[in-house]
């Protein structure tokens, strides 16, 4: 592939014009002013448009797609109890599949190329998004009420387990595989420390929420003799490995220093945190002090897209208003959080940059847009301006998934008759109960 004559944001968030880019077996071949590329199998026109790493949405629960816009209205836990879990008692592995599929091309539309995801009926997560050529870390989020249950009895375990089988040792890496904790109050000491052990064991990153309310951090100190979420995990082990803790409104100082010391990642879902009242993380502060923060959507049920651009937007915005400061998250630190950082949460060293030698992962962005003109400041443009629609040209692994409205890797019409014919057969159930 030749991409010819486009603006290039580099490694450091630079914008370079005029650049051409070759793209070869999966990754970026060569960049610069002068290069060529003899006999290409694809040529671009770069003309006013703009090409930047894709996203990285590093907290989601894609089949909930199947649940968007699902008890509006109501408190969180008649939502939960009345909408949510029976919507989710009714969802079968192929139901799981195809809502995947749904949240993929809307992922790949808005230009995120890999996601972290929590959820159940796993394999059949992993194999939509494989199908659909995206990159994924997935996780089944586990938890048990009871403090003599079996960890490895867990049917989410045996699927961890069961998708580090099929997935290790294929060589494209596209699919990782994490350990998935739901949350304290959803677990005991028992399975915490399991988790713990055996990510350890294999090597894995833990994949958790933590301090999403207010509620949810008070009530765990209750229980636990003043323990905060990160301290009670800490104090059982979780921390000797890396873990991505999404949402993390509420930290304590003792909880920033845990999480700085063992380089544990945030993940930032401020839309969810605003429309589920939870609150707004201080991120700069988080920053300031040397945690790593990246960026995600939580599930359509509570966002209710999955429009990574519409994350970096709202948390800049956010953090100015919340904190009554204009200086803070300016563009180039979201667009990091987003996609370098976002990539090095997964454990993927080589993606989330445009340089010479890393996996070709990128978005191709349409600047001839009246909204997008003048561009006195590309990366403004870009956070404060720019819309999903924007996304001409979506890549992974050096791979067109997305281009102009298209998808190449999934049948649309296939998936949106089937995500509203289950729909309809889950609702007639949840009736019937």
Request: hydrophobic content about 40%; aromatic content about 6%.
């Amino acid at each position: 592939m030749l991409i010819k004559d486009i603006t290039v944001l580099n490694s450091n968030m630079e914008p370079l014009e005029h650049r051409n880019v070759v793209v070869k077996d999966g990754r970026f071949d060569s960049i610069g002013v002068d290069v060529v590329e003899k006999d290409p199998e694809m040529v671009i026109d770069g003309k006013n448009k703009l090409l930047m790493p894709g996203f990285y949405n590093t907290h989601c629960h894609v089949p909930m797609t199947l649940t968007r816009g699902l008890g509006e209205g109501l408190s969180l836990n008649d939502w939960l109890t009345k909408k949510m879990f029976p919507f989710e008692g009714n969802m079968t592995e192929e139901d799981c599949y195809y809502g995947a599929l749904l949240g993929a091309m809307e992922l790949m539309a808005g230009g995120c190329v890999s996601i972290s995801d929590m959820y159940f009926h796993v394999q059949d997560i992993a194999r939509a998004l494989y199908d659909a050529g995206m990159k994924a870390n997935i996780c089944h989020g586990l938890s048990s009420s009871d403090p003599h249950e079996r960890p490895e009895s867990l049917k989410g375990w045996r699927n961890t387990v069961s998708l580090l089988n099929e997935y290790r040792d294929k060589k494209d890496g596209r699919i990782r595989i994490d350990m998935g904790l739901h949350a304290e109050y959803t677990s005991t000491d028992n399975l915490v420390q399991a988790v713990a052990a055996f990510a350890k064991e294999q090597g894995l990153t833990v994949h958790t929420h933590i301090s999403e309310t207010k509620k949810e951090h008070e009530e765990c100190k209750l229980r636990h003799g003043g323990l905060t979420p990160v301290q009670y995990f800490y104090e059982r082990g979780m921390f000797e490995n890396p873990v991505l803790a999404a949402h993390c409104v509420w930290l304590e100082e003792r909880d920033k220093e845990i999480m700085r010391e063992r380089k544990a990642t945030v993940s930032h879902c401020i839309s969810s945190n605003l429309k589920l009242g939870s609150g707004v993380a201080p991120i700069s502060s988080y920053l300031n002090e040397g945690i790593r923060v990246v960026v995600a959507t939580d599930g359509a049920a509570s966002n209710n897209n999955l429009n990574v651009m519409e994350e970096i937007h709202l948390a800049s915005l956010a953090a100015k208003g919340a904190f009554l400061d204009p200086t803070l998250l300016p563009p180039q630190t979201v667009l990091e959080m987003a996609t370098v950082n976002g990539a090095e949460a997964q454990g993927r060293a080589d993606c989330g940059v445009i340089e010479t030698g890393k996996k070709a992962d990128f978005i191709i962005l349409d600047l001839d847009k009246p909204h997008l003109i003048p561009k006195h400041d590309i990366l403004a443009n870009v956070v404060y301006s720019a819309q999903a629609s924007d996304i001409y040209m979506t890549v992974i692994d050096g791979r067109v998934v997305y281009k102009e409205g298209e998808f190449l890797t999934i049948d649309r019409e296939r998936v949106q008759y089937e995500a509203d014919r289950r729909v309809k057969r889950i609702c007639s159930q949840m009736q019937g109960m």
